[in-house]
């Protein structure tokens, strides 16, 4: 059958507003959870991780949730802003591997 | 504080021709990632190392990938023969052992093969 490319969904905000990027993760063993940030050609960008034995963690501007119960994760970003248009990818990894595992990604988009 | 460093950034080879991606990680750190982004397949772990020592190589798609850390400030990702398939971004990241929520990634290499 005919290949098709990943098609990455779109988020679109005001700039100002704050952002929600959601993922689902597959692995219940995993230790951890990262997000990061990916601009177009670059490598992606570390933003802020948290442990499975925490549910929320704080950085600057942006705020990670954890819901085990349904395997999901969030990245809230705060007063949105151009620089934050990119691609978010989240991760999972640890269970006794340190390779990580990453989701799809979602393309955040700033409207002016 | 130089990142993660990789080279060459770009490269263009004919299929059959042999590849050689290099990266140097970050000075201290001792765990070091290849992966692998295609818009087919996403972010792919191909294989990483502890301590210059490889660890799980799973994710290597198959006997022509082959990987090398001879020292803890250098490690090789070699294909041979190439094919068009192997066309991606090819990313090195690296971290401190145990610290593998922390990876810190590459510019990557952009690999076309014709």
């Known amino acids: 059958g005919e290949s098709v490319g990943l098609h990455l969904p779109t988020l679109s905000v005001q700039e100002g507003d704050n952002s929600i990027i959601n993922c689902a993760y597959s692995?219940?063993?995993?230790?951890?959870f990262i997000w990061y940030k990916q601009e177009s050609g670059k490598g992606p960008q570390f933003i802020i991780d948290?442990?499975?034995?925490?549910d929320k963690r704080q950085g600057q501007r942006v705020t990670v949730l954890l819901n085990k119960t349904v395997k999901h994760l969030s990245l809230q970003i705060a007063a949105t802003q151009p620089g934050d248009s990119a691609v978010y990818f989240c991760a999972e990894g640890g269970g006794g591997a340190d390779g990580l595992t990453f989701g799809k990604g979602t393309h955040l988009i700033i409207q002016p | 504080d130089a990142g993660v460093i990789q080279s060459p950034r770009h490269e263009v080879t004919e299929m059959g021709q042999e590849v050689t991606l290099r990266c140097k990680p970050i000075?201290?750190?001792?765990?070091l990632f290849w992966y692998r982004q295609t818009m087919m397949r996403g972010l792919e772990l191909l294989i990483y190392f502890n301590n210059n020592v490889p660890i799980d190589d799973s994710g290597m798609p198959e006997d022509r990938f082959s990987a090398k850390m001879p020292n803890a400030s250098f490690s090789t990702l070699k294909i041979q023969p190439s094919e068009p398939r192997d066309s991606a971004v090819y990313f090195c990241a690296s971290s401190f052992v145990g610290a593998a929520y922390e990876q810190y990634f590459g510019p990557g290499t952009r690999l076309t093969v014709t």
């Open positions: 692995n219940s063993a995993s230790d951890y």
């Open positions: 000075s201290g750190h001792n765990s």
């Open positions: 948290i442990r499975s034995n925490m």
